[in-house]
Each structure stands twice: as structure tokens, then as C-alpha cells.
């Protein structure tokens, strides 16, 4: 896909990026790199650090982890985004991601074409920190 079907998927597609107009999108997309992932593929390992901010193209991964109540997993569809955590604190991630479909595709922003969005827009840091604490406060227990 062009530089410009990613810049307008970023625009529409992904709620937390909304906010940017699309001149400002079209400085990070031609960094972006893509992956496509069969199921049961592993995305990201519990405990790496993400070197990327990734958006699911296609297709839908689910995300699994422990807290101290036990075992819980998320399950992420196109639009949803993770890796922020781990960029924005320099953290390791807390879940495993793999996909769940054939033909997963997932949009990978490096990190420093992270960092110019957070400097673009403030308000892109506040707004991932609520999101993933919401997604964190309502895991649904593994199965």
C-alpha cells in the first residue's frame, strides 16, 4: 500500500491518532514498516523491550499476560495499537502478543517516528497512558 492509503488508515482508523492532521502523519509514514502474521505467530515477547508503536492493519492479535489477580488476555482487531508503554517509559512489555488470524498484518512505527508524534501533539502521550490503563483496568481472564 502507498505512503499516502497508510497516512489516510492512520487518520481514520486509529482513534488516538485522529487528532493529527495529515500533513503531520505523512512525516512518519514513510518510516513505517509492515509485517503480516499467520496464527499463533508471536508479535512481541513478554519482557522485550518494543523497538516500534504497532497498529494492527489487519486481521487480530490477543494480548496475554499475569497481574497479581491471575492470568488475563486482551484481544486487539484493526485500529488498536500496542508497544506504547514500553516506548514511552522504556519499559519491557508485560504481555505476549501473537496473532490469532492468518494473514495478521501489523503497521510498525519506529521508535523515533514515535517520538516526533508525541512532540507533534503533547496531548498523543496522555491520551495512550489513558487508553492502556483502561485496556489494563478490564483484561478479560484467560481462558
Do not use: C
Amino acid at each position: 500500500m502507498s505512503q499516502f492509503g497508510d497516512t489516510i488508515f492512520l487518520k481514520t482508523q486509529v482513534d488516538v491518532l485522529s487528532f493529527f492532521n495529515e500533513d503531520q502523519l505523512r512525516r512518519v509514514t514513510p518510516d513505517i514498516e509492515r509485517s503480516s502474521y499467520d496464527a499463533g505467530q508471536v508479535v512481541m515477547l513478554k519482557g522485550e523491550i518494543s523497538a516500534h508503536f504497532y497498529i494492527i492493519k489487519a486481521g487480530k492479535v490477543v494480548a496475554a499476560g499475569k497481574t497479581k489477580e491471575g492470568p488475563f488476555s486482551t484481544e486487539l482487531a484493526k485500529g488498536d495499537f500496542f508497544g506504547e508503554i514500553s516506548l514511552i517509559d522504556n519499559a519491557v512489555m508485560d504481555t505476549t502478543v501473537k496473532a490469532l488470524e492468518a494473514g495478521t498484518e501489523i503497521l510498525m512505527i519506529p521508535s523515533q517516528s514515535f517520538q516526533k508524534l508525541l512532540e507533534m501533539q503533547p496531548l498523543l502521550k496522555k491520551t495512550l497512558l489513558d487508553k492502556a490503563a483502561a485496556r489494563k483496568a478490564a483484561p478479560k481472564p484467560a481462558a
